[in-house]
């Protein structure tokens, strides 16, 4: 959930428990399938994976900056059914700096996923050679300390105010100026979702360009599984991000809040902000989706199969020392990772 305007704990008025029942559906549904569905992620991935691939790293942070967004939803579905902000400002900006947090978090690791994928059809030599579990983690490390940095503004705008009603209180954003707000908006949406998801379609287009031109391998089951993490992604959190750059501009061109233009977005960003939620939970049923078969033969264990052996970390720490060794002397695991899956293939008869 984004950090700089409304949100379901800021969009409160009267009558707002009958606008909100949609809100309140559409976190309820996040929580109760993203909250079991990234847990038992997190535990196959640390529990039930023995030797986890870079692939493997990448998904378990993805999970738990979900899970981290949904531990918040309680304190919002509180907020929508009693109607008013019971949790003082320190819990409104730490709620929603966590929403940052996980969003900016969610949006760098799937740029990162897409981009070594790209590496690893464009120079797979060199991807084999960089992409080590060292790379790996110091990679993870900066992806979170840049989401602490970006998510910031919301700690100066955020606060409690108390309606004219004098009984209900709500979070939400306090900007001094109208350039202000225009510019958090906008900041948001640049870094939150325009850049890197330029660096997504960068990525997808040189791979759809190369793999035109070049014969390679391709994984049955994991293949596709980055791509339909980015898809979902997008379609969920385009509107909000839509509606965003809606606002900054009338922000700039001077238009009020209270204009029937103004009230509209304001129930528009009310509902796509919950339906974004929907993001963080939707990952552990395209693992289920991805899994096909696995979901069946290995049970509780599907994810980890899943993620087995997943990633060119792996071949390059093979017997042979090249992929043209690897290839003839060593058994190929099960299931190629998404970006081992495009690495192209030394063996003729592949």
Known sequence: M????????????????SLSLLPVVLLSVALAVGLPGNSFVIWSILRRLQKRSVTALLVLNLALADLAVLLTAPFFLHFLVQGSWSFKVAGCRLCHYVCGVSMYASVLLITVMSLDRSLAVARPFVSQKVRTKTTARWVLVGIWVVAFLLATPVLVYRTVRLQSDNRTLVCYSKYPSEGHRAFHLLF????????????VVASYSDIGRRLQARRFRRSRRTGRLVALIILAFAAFWLPYHVVNLVEAGRALAGSALEEPAGQRL???????IALAFLSSSVNPVLYACAGGSLLRSAGLGFVAKLLEATGSEASSTRRGGTLGHTARDTPAPPEPGPTESFIPSSNPLE
Do not use: D, Y
């Not at 984004?2 to 428990?17: E, K, L």
């Not at 949406?189 to 330029?198: C, D, E, K, N």
């Not at 304001?266 to 796509?272: E, M, S, T, W």
């Open 2 to 17: 984004a950090t700089n305007t409304t949100s379901p704990a800021a969009s409160s008025s009267r009558g707002g428990m």
């Open 188 to 199: 948001e949406a640049i870094t939150g979702f325009l850049l890197p998801f330029l660096l």
């Open 266 to 272: 304001k129930l528009a960003r009310f509902v796509l």
